[in-house]
């Protein structure tokens, strides 16, 4: 299965600044089958991003991500409150899909 | 709107099984696979397979081989989750998603906790 790595672990910042998430892959990721999702505590998960750098419905052109074949990154350009929450990448190129372990973005 | 409605926390003995139900409403689920994704406490997020609605064909990751069953009530518009053998590894919360057959899940339930505690 392809195991996905997230960096960094936990990430502090302020608001308004800008943060960068990576995700790495263990194999290719064929056809940037790569997703993002936020999850805030005691909710479930958000779509953010589908096929690797495609903002879902509704969300905010703050993020953006790219990335293709083992390496993946989210940004968000000008972190508001509300973005303080855990990023998770998606693999749903080969089953079984896999998630990372998250990153956590905390206010600094 | 779409919705993903879940049955509500369950508390159950080592050994147990547990049905988690996911009802949709707002939209037509035709075309569409439900997923189940849980999420232990304080950890990430693990894939248990998905249920194509419309043939009933399912897929399950091979951790949970064996253990689960995904099923539908097409009549109720209700997909459901079993879990057998229940151990306390099994304690998490656990979400039912929607997929429109590209691999990505755009909406979720709000979340089924299950305890397993002796």
């Known amino acids: 299965e392809i195991v996905l790595t997230q960096s960094p672990g936990t990430l502090s910042l302020s608001p308004g600044e800008r943060a960068t998430l990576s995700c790495r892959a263990s194999?290719?990721?064929?056809?940037?089958?790569l997703a993002w999702y936020q999850q805030k505590p005691g909710q479930a998960p958000r779509l953010l991003i589908y096929?690797?750098?495609h903002r879902a419905t509704g969300i905010p052109d703050r993020f953006s991500a790219s990335g293709s074949v083992t390496d993946f990154t989210l940004t968000i350009s000008r972190l508001e409150p509300e973005d303080f929450a855990v990023y998770y990448c998606q693999q749903y190129a080969s089953s079984p899909q896999t998630f990372g372990q998250g990153t956590k973005v905390e206010i600094k | 709107q779409v919705q993903l409605v879940q049955s509500g926390a369950e508390v159950k003995k080592p050994g147990a099984s547990v049905k988690v139900s996911c009802k949709a409403s707002g939209s037509t689920f035709s075309g569409y696979y439900i997923h189940w994704v849980r999420q232990a406490p304080g950890q990430g997020l693990e894939w248990m397979g998905w249920?194509?609605?419309?043939?009933?064909?399912?897929n399950y990751a091979q951790k949970f081989q064996g253990r689960v069953t995904m099923t539908r009530d097409t009549s109720l518009i209700t997909d459901y989750m079993e879990l057998t053998s229940l151990t306390s590894d099994d304690t998490a919360v656990y979400f039912c998603?929607?997929?429109?057959?590209?691999?990505?899940?755009?909406?979720w339930g709000q979340g089924t906790l299950v305890t397993v505690s002796s």
């Open positions: 194999q290719s990721v064929s056809s940037s089958f």
């Open positions: 249920i194509n609605p419309n043939n009933g064909d399912t």
């Open positions: 096929g690797a750098s």
């Open positions: 998603a929607r997929d429109r057959r590209e691999g990505w899940f755009d909406y």
